[in-house]
Structures are given as structure tokens and as C-alpha cells.
């Protein structure tokens, strides 16, 4: 296995694989090979990501010099050691590596990465999916950002990159959220809300609210070109909160809506002034209505998550307040708030099964995933005492985090897994690789998983668990943190089967343990993604 690639982006201007050499062998900077330096010259990372030839130099601390011409980023002639920044590792090359634009081992499987982008006005990576040989990654700029193909305006971003993070297309648009899935085609589906006009192709695409609106679009995998966009909105606030896609292309949204809304076909309506909520499939080609179904209830309920099962039917979560209807069905909750997972018949939308939990307190669920064996597997969290199933579940303090395996094809519990410690434990995506749960989370001060005790080092910090997928049996965690405030918004699986994908903020520094990566602004938070093993 070589060693990870690590890609710390020090500016907004990041151009990877725009390397120079001397000038008497003036190709791109892959490996040694390709640098006319004699014994001992490297290819170097550099702190900008980009890689530069470099010549041996005892007088440098590094033993390494950048070569005093084709090289950029104002290190022609500088020691190498001298310019990378504290605390980022940028390895050298050597002969022995595979190209830099091929980070995959004799397997066939990708090497860790990690990457961060953003300025000093407040950036976050929110949402982040698979994408063929790469993946997309979506979240919030504070500012113009550079993430590789020149300046991109918010306040929205969503880009993609390759297997060593090297940018491959993005584009900025003025929405207020952005969830995103992947296609069997490779194409990107974005979904959010928006409060102002905006477009995410040319001027004859502009989408324009009543209120407060849901959108969806589909974008080219190749180049992120507009294919279609639509709104979804009725005359009162309505949000788009998840996306996925079916095998065929087509697109599953869901979100809320207050009033009366109509996404094609019949209207849907609250059964009170509260928020509630829709699920729909939408056709591939243009967004058409295939079908659309309401979860109305005497208070507030909110789809947070959705995917599509091995037989094409549809899988929902979110929370619930007073009773709610999916289907025909009630569901009450025992507290101020109780979780719901839904299996709905992917042809019709017509429900298949439908459960939810809680105890007295403010329970809810965010992630959900089918597994390999025919389960389900959601991710949540939960302030009072309860039992799921037959698994009593005990709150330390405030939210503590919950993930639950569930029968597939009757919903009914196989096992539930806390942890929690003195704050609140966020669960932020679940994935199914090698045979284990992997888990995302962010907590603080400490947590206890399983029978580890994970301790912060400064303010939030990041928790990736593992968790045995028969028995529901704790497998280890791992924490990344540094000296600021850093979270989870979104983890899930690699398409290969071995990487989970994870993205978020952070401030300061934060350490993946195969970097460090400092943020460009003191006690401002950047966006960090990162493809790494459980």
C-alpha cells in the first residue's frame, strides 16, 4: 500500500497537477523520473497541493530544495521544509509510487486521502456522496472560493474531485441548502431550498420562489452542466431535506411542506397549520412527477433521510411530534419527539411498513441505509431512556447517539447501539463496509463507545465508530480533533467498498491522523472531505 495522499489547500487557488520542473526536463512533476536532479531529487507535495520538483541540498533542515526554476507558489529556490506549513504532512514522491493522478494500491483500491478548501469567512462541507472514480461533495462558503477551476460564489458550492482530491469541476449558486446523491449514470442530483431567484445553469433556468422553496436539479458528472431543475413549493415554506436515486435514474427527494402543495400530481395537504412532510419520484430524464405521498400529523414531523433498497423500494426516517399518518397508519409519540423509519413500494409510493421510537424525551433519526443482508440501518439520537425493541437504551446526558439495525422486510428491531457522555452526541451518517457499521458523529468533552472512552482534546471533535453489522457489537472508534471546534455533516460509503467518505468543518487545526490540516483563518472554520479506511 503507499503511503496516503494528503492535499491541504493553504489558499483558495489550488491548481493540483499544474507542476513545473527544470528547465531541462520540463514535464509534469508525477515522480523522480520525472525531474532531471540525479540521486536523491524527489517530487514534493506541496503545502498548495501542488507538485514541484526538487533538488538534494544538505544546507536545507528537509535535505531538499525546490528547484530554482518552472516552479510556482513563490517556492522556486526555498528549502522545502521552510514553506510547508506546521503541522501539514506533504510527503515526497519517490520512484517507487504510482502517478499522482492514479493514488490506487495493486489492488485496485484508492489510498486515504484528506483535503481542505475555503477562505477565512466561514466555510463547511455539509454532504458528500460516491461519484464513480471520485466523489461530490456540497456545503457553504462564506466568500469566493477556488477549488480548482477558478472563483466560485455562494453562499452554496458543490464539487467534484477525484481519487486524490484533485478538482475536476464545481460551480457556486445562491440556494440555501444543498443535499446531494449520484446517479447510475454518474450524474449529480442536487436538492435544497431557496429563498431568492437563482440558477445552476443559464439565465432561461432560473428558478424563483413564493416564500421559501424546495429545488432538485441534475447535473452532468463530466463537466457539472445543467441537465434539468425544478422547483418544489407551494404558497408557505417548503424545503427539500434529502435526496437519492434509483437504479433507473430517477430521482427520490423528500423534505416539508406547510398548506397545500402539489409536485405534479394531486395536492398534498397538512392536516394541520404544522410543518409535514412529502416523499416523491421524480422521472430522470426532466424531473417529471412519477409520485408523490404526504406524512400529515397533528404537530410537526420532518423526512431527514431517504435511499432506495436492493428492490427499489423506497426507505425513509426523520421525527415526529403528536401523531402521524404514513399510509394510513398512526404513529404517536411517547415525548416531545419520537424517530419514524418508512419502507414505501418504489412503484407507487404506497407503504409497505412504518414504525417509530422513543421515550420522553426529544428522539429523532437522520442517516438510513439498506444493508447487504436485507436490513436497515439508521442513525439518531435520543435525551431520555428508552427501550428499542427489546434493547433498553440508557441516555448518559443531554443527546446521545443511536444507531439501530431494523428487519427490512418487516421493520421490526434487530439491534440498537448508544453511546453518549456528559454533552451531546450527533450522529451524522451510517455506512455498511467489510461487515461493520461505520459511524460518524460529533461530540464533546468525552463519549463512551462500546466500552472505549474517547475523550475530546478541544471543544467538538469528530467520532468515527465501529460497530459489528450481525451483532450490533461495538468494534472501536477513532477521534479526529485539534485546538478549534470540529464536526460531522455527512458520512457514508466509498464506492469500492473498503473507504467510508466523511465531510465537515473545522477550525484551527484538525488531525486525520494521515494529516493535519490547518484553516485559513483564525477561529474560522473551513471544509474538510476526506476518503479514508474504517
Not at 417509530?356 to 443482508?373: E, H, L
Not at 473498503?498 to 486525520?512: M, P, R, S
Request: hydrophobic residues 40%; glycine residues 18%; negative net charge.
Amino acid at each position: 500500500m503507499r503511503s496516503p495522499i494528503v492535499i491541504s489547500i493553504i489558499s483558495s487557488a489550488f491548481m493540483l497537477l499544474v507542476a513545473g520542473c527544470p528547465s531541462t526536463n520540463p514535464v509534469e512533476c508525477r515522480d523522480i523520473s520525472s525531474c532531471d536532479l540525479g540521486p536523491g531529487g524527489a517530487c514534493v507535495v506541496a503545502p498548495s497541493g501542488n507538485r514541484w520538483c526538487a533538488y538534494p541540498d544538505a544546507t536545507c533542515p528537509s535535505g531538499q530544495r525546490y528547484s530554482d526554476q518552472g516552479v510556482g507558489d513563490g517556492l522556486a529556490g526555498a528549502c522545502v521544509a521552510e514553506m510547508i506549513d506546521a503541522g501539514v504532512d506533504a510527503p515526497m514522491v519517490d520512484a517507487t509510487d504510482a502517478p499522482v493522478d492514479a493514488s490506487i494500491d495493486g489492488n485496485g483500491i484508492a489510498d486515504p486521502i484528506v483535503i481542505r478548501h475555503g477562505t477565512d469567512s466561514g466555510d463547511s462541507g455539509t454532504t458528500i456522496a460516491a461519484m464513480g472514480t471520485g466523489f461530490l461533495v456540497g456545503g457553504s462558503i462564506g466568500a469566493a472560493t477556488n477549488f480548482g477551476g477558478g472563483p466560485r460564489t455562494g453562499p452554496r458550492f458543490v464539487a467534484k474531485f477525484d481519487f486524490d482530491g484533485g478538482h475536476i469541476w464545481s460551480k457556486g449558486f445562491g440556494a440555501n441548502g444543498v443535499a446531494v446523491a449520484t446517479d447510475a449514470s454518474g450524474n449529480a442530483v442536487l436538492g435544497g431550498n431557496f429563498t431568492q431567484p437563482f440558477t445552476l445553469g443559464g439565465s432561461g433556468d432560473t428558478l424563483t420562489p413564493v416564500v421559501v422553496d424546495g429545488y432538485v436539479a441534475k447535473l452532468s458528472g463530466t463537466n457539472g452542466a445543467h441537465l434539468w431543475s425544478r422547483k418544489l413549493g407551494g404558497a408557505d415554506s417548503d424545503l427539500v431535506n434529502a435526496v437519492a436515486t434509483f437504479a433507473n435514474g430517477d430521482v427520490l427527494v423528500a423534505g416539508t411542506f406547510r398548506g397545500t402543495i402539489n409536485l405534479g400530481g394531486s395536492d398534498l395537504m397538512t392536516t394541520a397549520t404544522a410543518t409535514n412532510s412529502f416523499v416523491a419520484r421524480l422521472a430522470a430524464l426532466d424531473g417529471a412527477h412519477v409520485w408523490s405521498v404526504a406524512i400529515t400529523g397533528t404537530q410537526e414531523n420532518q423526512a431527514q433521510g431517504v435511499a432506495v433498497d436492493a428492490n427499489g423500494d423506497v426507505l425513509v426516517t426523520g421525527f415526529l411530534r403528536g401523531t402521524a399518518t404514513i399510509g394510513g397508519t398512526n404513529h404517536s409519540s411517547n415525548g416531545e419527539s419520537d424517530g419514524f423509519v418508512a419502507r414505501l413500494d418504489g412503484a407507487s409510493g404506497a407503504r409497505v411498513w412504518s414504525m417509530s421510537f422513543g421515550g420522553g424525551g426529544f428522539d429523532s433519526a437522520m442517516s438510513i441505509v439498506p444493508t447487504s443482508d436485507g436490513g436497515v440501518l439508521i442513525g439518531g439520537r435520543f435525551t431520555a431512556s428508552f427501550s428499542f425493541g427489546a434493547t433498553a437504551l440508557a441516555n448518559v446526558a443531554m443527546g446521545d447517539g443511536l444507531v439501530a439495525k431494523l428487519n427490512g422486510a418487516t421493520g421490526a428491531s434487530v439491534w440498537a447501539f448508544a453511546f453518549g457522555g456528559p454533552d451531546n452526541d450527533d450522529v451524522r451518517g451510517v455506512a455498511e463496509i467489510g461487515g461493520q457499521v461505520v459511524v460518524g458523529a460529533t461530540f464533546a468533552q468525552s463519549t463512551m463507545f462500546g466500552g472505549q472512552n474517547v475523550n475530546a482534546v478541544a471543544g467538538t471533535e469528530i467520532l468515527v465508530g465501529r460497530i459489528n453489522l450481525s451483532t450490533g457489537a461495538a468494534a472501536g472508534a477513532t477521534r479526529f480533533g485539534g485546538s478549534g471546534a470540529d464536526q460531522v455533516s455527512r458520512l457514508t460509503s466509498a464506492e469500492d467498498g473498503t473507504h467510508y467518505l466523511i465531510t465537515g468543518a473545522f477550525q484551527n487545526t484538525v488531525d486525520f491522523g494521515i494529516a493535519t490540516l490547518t484553516a485559513m483563518g483564525s477561529n474560522s472554520s473551513d471544509i474538510y472531505a476526506g476518503k479514508l479506511v474504517p
